[in-house]
């Protein structure tokens, strides 16, 4: 087993690129016809918004999985493992755990309470139009970074797998990406989007779980030994502890804390994935949802565990750091290693398809916030049918796209895991204070909730654009300049307990009290589901 | 509108109030809140404690048990059981202890037991 990391010819993966494009293009069709076929009942706000409420659980909370295992999780934690070791592998803990918080305080209660979107509960009992107004900003942020995340995710993807490194190569590559994804979701709204999702999800999952068998397959299924492959690839015990990437500096040991707090917070305030709680019939399915999505992301972590440390041991760190795509293409050039061209196609395909995916998911996420809080209830005061909102919600989506494809042109090269865990960090600083306030504590006033949504957004972003993440630093978004005066590159660790202060004290020192009986209705319909928004029959 | 939400449904002429003051509605809210508030700051708790370690006691968690399993890598595999073991615990106290009572609070509503305007159907046994 020692001395084959050399055995992956990084040259020679250019060879494949036809292949590669033939498989992705098959992937593309087949999923057009779905999405086509999906789309033939798309008629009220109900059905482009929410699927008509048709899907099962299980069907769900596989699209969930399909939403959440991005690319960012599968090219970049398995890259993190490989380079980083134990490091990489904390960061898939703290997104699985973050799922408890979603299936026990929020899931079921959002469901029981909205109708499209996240403002629909927070501004459930509290007043309309400035609530609204906060949560769709927000909304709109959340969605802009994890966009631009997986767009750039899209770029360092194209260099390793079609084997195009120049700039505008990769920029016609990204336009054509968006473009299918605007056909997508115009097309199909969320029906459509599910369906892109579900069958992503078991494509992902499928290619993983053959890839770990076969990993465990050449050391003879004992775990041990493969990490002992990978410390003597790496030729570095640490590998195997913790600290390789985060215990360098006291200050770093801060950051990861910092880093954790906003991942498991940051989950269930992702309004992509608060609004596919609304594709499903009843708060029962909602649930069920988050338990096939816990068991999916779960054993696919698990995957990426094995995965990781075969790359670290079967292709070697200098490999993976010298290829085109750096750390991102050690999940593809170990299906190189393992099945030769055709399973590298096969990952690649599977890879491209999660980032069509998932932008398919936030964008719609988006345009839905756009039109049905901004557009419907504030501009046009409620006074646009549905028919108009709709119409709206897919300009909206066009116009998102373009903006994430001129996004993803300029953020080409950027880390993609970084961007994401600052999604996160955003959400959760945001969002999440304010949907547990506003679902559990009976004083919460609309004072709370505005100080909370926009204290902890803005708290968020202008840590976020004073770190080293933006200056600074050789690796910064602006190498020259350096006004990082905020050491941590995630904020959470401030934001978040800050946005949950700012909450409290914005009620407590509100003199105006909200409607004793519409907080008596929240909790009786959150709790019990009655008056829920129903399936739509066709 | 503006919160279109309120759908004209059954539930539109209820007395919320009246149903959320009842022994059994404060019997739900009891039995979920006291579920979910302990088993959230448990799973918290561990997973920050487990975070902490992997920052700042790194001695520890390189400590070799089996082969190369270490003691980071046996905590951090049972974050992923107790992750599972949680949600399987919560889905059945829900169907057990939440899903019936709530049910039946629901099919009462719908029934217009608690509708407001005096025409109450039936007992409302408080």
Redesign the interface.
Known sequence: MIGIATAVDVAALKDTTLLNMGIFGLFVAVTMVIVLRASRNNKTAADYYAAGRSFTGSQNGTAIAGDYLSAASFLGITGAIAINGYDGFMYSIGFLVAWLVALLLVAELLRNTGKFTMADVLSFRLKQRPVRIAAAISTLAVCFFYLLAQMAGAGSLISLLLGISDWGGQALVIIVVGALMIMYVLIGGMKGTTWVQIIKAILLIAGAAVMTFWVLAIYGFNLSDLLGGAVETSGNPNILNPGLQYGKTETSKLDFMSLALALVLGTAALPHVLMRFYTVPTAKEARKSVVWSIGLIGLFYLFTLVLGYGAAALVGAETIKAAPGGVNSAAPLLAFYLGGPLLLGFISAVAFATILAVVAGLTITAAASFAHDIYASVISKGKADAETEVKVARRTVVVIGVMAILGGIFANGQNVAFLVALAFAVAASANLPTIVYSLFWRRFTTQGAVWSMYGGLGSAIILIAFSPVVSGLKTSMVPGANFAFFPLSNPGIVSIPLAFLLGWLGTVLDKKREDTAKQAEMEVRSLTGVGAEKAVDH | ???????P????S?D??Q??STER?QE??KR??SF?FP??VA??LW??A???L???A?DF??TKV?????V??IL?LL??IS??A??GW??SY?NRRL?PI??E??NE??GHEFDKGGNRVSGVTK
């Not at chain 2, 509108?1 to 759908?7: F, L, Q, R, S, V």
Request: charged share 15%; aromatic share 18%; glycine share 6%.
């Open positions: 509108m503006g919160n279109d939400a309120h759908t449904d059954a539930a539109a209820v919320f109030e149903v959320q509605f739900l809210r979920h809140r979910v088993m959230a799973f918290l997973y920050f487990y975070v902490l992997a920052d700042y790194v968690m390189s089996w082969g190369n399993i270490n980071g890598l951090g974050q992923f992750t599972f949680i949600t919560y889905v829900s899903d709530a049910a609070i629901r509503i719908e």
